[in-house]
Nanobody
Framework: QVQLVESGGGSVQAGGSLRLSCSAS????????MAWFRQAPGKGREGVAR???????YYADSLKGRFTISKDFAEDTLYLEMNNLVPEDTAVYFC????????????????????WGQGTQVTVSA
């Protein structure tokens, strides 16, 4: 069982930045396709970004330019850098992992990931 742990959430004002982190206990993230998702109150889980085993990166079209996913192989940690935050970014952010590749339309769908963290809250005030 892969246990993912997110950190770095918090409350910021619009225009601010946050960096989220995700690590795993007893497993290396380097063997997994990794992604960030978010879920706003009353809404479904939305794919934010994905990084695959070769380091290729995919973003949700609506978030390109403000969010950056990265993985530190030495520290075995996944990151999500979020800049110029707006109130609509308020959500619980989850990291997810799966050892299997996914087709293009499946890359940012929750069903493509087997392992999930418990999430970290991000709140952006106007």
């Amino acid at each position: 069982q892969v246990q993912l742990v997110e950190s770095g959430g918090g409350s910021v004002q619009a225009g601010g930045s946050l960096r989220l982190s995700c690590s795993a206990s007893r497993h290396t993230l380097n063997n997994f396709f990794m992604a960030w998702f978010r879920q706003a109150p009353g809404k479904g889980r939305e794919g934010v970004a994905r990084i695959d085993l070769a380091g290729r990166i995919y973003y949700a079209d609506s978030l390109k330019g403000r969010f950056t996913i990265s993985k530190d192989f030495a520290e075995d940690t996944l990151y999500l850098e979020m800049n110029n935050l707006v109130p609509e970014d308020t959500a619980v952010y989850f990291c997810a992992a799966d050892p299997r590749p996914a087709s293009v339309p499946e890359r940012l769908r929750p069903g493509s990931y087997q392992y999930w963290g418990q999430g970290t809250q991000v709140t952006v005030s106007a």
